[in-house]
């Protein structure tokens, strides 16, 4: 089974308050990262998103 992950942006206020924590919740067994950045972080911070990535990436176990 492929582990799940959700990347967060923490000042997003495209959705109410806990919306995205929900929906991540949805996934069942998911590890959520947290960035620093809003709605669209990947625009206004890329460092931020490819540093969030990279921590995902990190708890990925290696294939066998």
């Known amino acids: ?15 109410p ?5 929900g929906m991540a919740g949805l996934l069942g067994g998911s590890t959520t990262v947290e960035i ?3 709605h669209e972080v990947l625009l206004t ?8 990535l990279a921590k995902i990436a990190a708890m990925v176990p290696a294939a066998k």
Do not use: Y
Request: hydrophobic letters at 40%; glycine letters at 16%; proline letters at 13%.
């Open 1 to 15: 089974r492929a582990p799940k992950f959700g990347l967060l942006a923490t000042d997003d206020k495209s959705l």
């Open 17 to 21: 308050p806990g919306a995205w924590q």
């Open 36 to 38: 620093p950045g809003g």
């Open 45 to 52: 911070n890329p460092a931020a998103v490819a540093e969030g």
